[in-house]
């Protein structure tokens, strides 16, 4: 007996659509959660990437290369101008930008192969894009700026924030779904 | 010209058709780091970017913290009306309490008094000139930076309000930051503990002075460019030495944790300084808008400039009152002493 296995149903590669007041209104949500919530006596919020969940969940709903890199620059270029890293604090944008337009990118290209509906291919993924993305932040941080001398955090530090990004992508991703406007 | 005329082109337009994804890409990418490069760039020592900001920084700073603010301000009312009217368990006992705490400051109060008369003294014939705070202004912190990366949050008073860069943000406990970035309504504030903080400080005991950096941390401080042959003990109170310009002489800033000797940068020690404000849960902040300067005036009754002569006649045993001749000689010598 053969058993053949399809990772490409006609689900997975439905291409979603968003009312455009979601579309302004989670990612700017999520800015606002992310610049607000870590002062408020949920400093732990700090270990978290709103926008760059948000970055993942449009791309791989809307499944095409080009809106998911816009989103993912344009979510990044407004965390830098509010929240950005320790370069923000000199007027210094795009290290985010740069990170999530590429995050954008390959988010919506395994979108299109992969079942990314799935709430454990969500959590391996998200905690996956989480390491991509830490990786060229602190590369451009590193080689390109190259600003003053800092403290990077510790490899396990990381880890453990993209297992607690995963986590927490299942949870919203699941919410978000339901603003998925059909095709 | 047709397409099918150009030999060249229905190649170029499948190459553009087939790559579309990897050329925007690409393309996007180019763009930020051109705008990266040029934002390095102004951080150039030679053209400071002090004092420029982003246009879409401004863009992005007052459309969020406005919704901040309203979350902060609800929130306190909220809290506030519970505290004021609801919630006064223990308000009589703790009322008790703080009028036994201000029987017993003000008995200290009276020492300290006299204390401060004779230092007025002693800085008016040295010539200091103090600095001190003349005028603050209480601000809500209604968001951070959210990131790991820096130490900073944004209050709620901007360019409308008096803030300028480069205001010393305290607490009653020591101090917080400065004002990095101002904006309508908001402002930035780099706390002392983030990377690209410093302020001079001295030590209260041994008066060794030192430049108190951030370690990134949120509960801790480096103290650098003091030698290791000085002994520090653990506990001791750091203070603002008032050389930077930022911060005024005299306020705190925390104490030292530990002390050794630096590996990395001898022959000096490596000390880690704990801020005193508790940088973690800052609510309401005081931003020192004005700092001013002037010489002590001397005590009443002391005639303004006071010679060290005079200070020490005063140790001595008073003049019999009957001895006038004596007295005003004494004074003549007081009023022409040289300026």
């Known amino acids: 007996m053969s058993l053949t296995v399809s990772y490409t149903s006609r689900e997975e590669i439905e291409v979603h659509k968003f009312n455009w007041a979601v579309s302004v209104g989670i990612p700017l949500l999520a800015l606002f959660l992310q610049s607000f919530l870590p002062q408020k006596r949920f400093k732990f919020m700090e270990i978290f990437d709103l926008p760059l969940l948000v970055t993942i969940f449009f791309a791989v709903s809307r499944r095409r290369p080009i809106p998911g890199l816009l989103t993912g620059a344009i979510i990044g270029t407004l965390q830098d101008a509010l929240v950005g890293g320790r370069y923000e604090l000199k007027g210094i944008l795009n290290l985010n930008g740069i990170a999530k337009t590429v995050i954008g990118y390959l988010a919506s290209s395994v979108g299109v192969k992969l079942d990314v509906d799935n709430p454990g291919s969500r959590f391996l993924m998200t905690s996956g894009f989480y390491l991509l993305h830490q990786f060229i932040y602190t590369v451009i941080d590193l080689k390109l700026v190259v600003i003053g001398a800092h403290t990077l955090p510790g490899f396990g530090h990381i880890l453990l924030a993209a297992l607690c990004n995963g986590l927490l992508a299942v949870a919203v991703f699941a919410g978000l779904d339901r603003f998925k406007l059909r095709s | ?96 309490q703080l009028q036994e705490e201000v029987n017993r400051l003000r008995t200290e109060q009276a020492r300290l008094r006299e204390n401060v008369s004779e230092v007025q003294r002693l800085r008016a014939l040295l010539e200091f000139k103090e600095r001190y705070v003349a005028q603050t202004v209480a601000a809500q912190v209604i968001g ?113 944790s530990f002390s050794v000797p630096d590996r990395d940068n001898p022959p000096f020690l490596s000390i880690r300084v704990k801020p005193a404000a508790n940088l973690a849960r800052l609510e309401e902040v005081l931003v020192v808008t004005k700092i001013a300067e002037q010489a002590p005036a001397a005590p009443p009754g002391s005639g303004g400039r006071v010679r060290a002569a005079d200070i020490l006649a005063q140790r001595l045993p008073t003049v019999p009152e009957s001895d006038k001749p004596e007295a005003g000689a004494k004074k003549a010598t007081t009023e022409t002493a040289p300026r």
């Open chain 2, 1 to 96: 010209m047709p397409a099918s005329m150009d030999p060249g082109r229905p190649s170029m337009e499948s190459f553009f058709s087939r790559y579309k994804n990897e050329l925007v890409l690409m393309g996007v990418l180019f763009v930020q780091i051109v705008i990266l490069a040029s934002n390095v760039e102004r951080d150039n020592p030679r053209a400071p970017a002090q004092g420029r900001v982003s246009l879409v920084r401004v863009w992005t700073v007052n459309l969020i913290t406005p919704a901040e603010r309203v979350f902060v301000s609800t929130g306190h009312f909220f809290r506030d009306t519970w505290r004021s009217y609801v919630d006064l368990r223990g308000a009589h006992a703790q009322n008790r």
């Open chain 2, 144 to 256: 951070s930076n959210g990131s790991e990366q820096s130490r900073a949050f944004y209050i709620d008073k901007g360019k409308r309000d008096g803030m300028a860069q480069g205001m010393a943000v305290i607490t009653p406990d020591g101090i917080v930051g400065k004002i990095k970035e101002v904006f309508a309504l908001s402002s930035l504030v780099l706390v002392i503990t983030d990377h690209d903080s410093g302020a001079g400080v001295i030590l209260e005991k041994s008066r060794l002075r030192g430049v108190l950096r951030g370690t990134g941390l949120s509960e801790e401080l480096a103290l650098n460019d003091i030698m290791a042959d000085e002994k520090i003990a653990p506990g001791e109170l750091v203070i603002t030495s008032g050389g930077d310009g930022i911060y005024p002489k005299g306020l705190s800033v925390g104490t030292v």
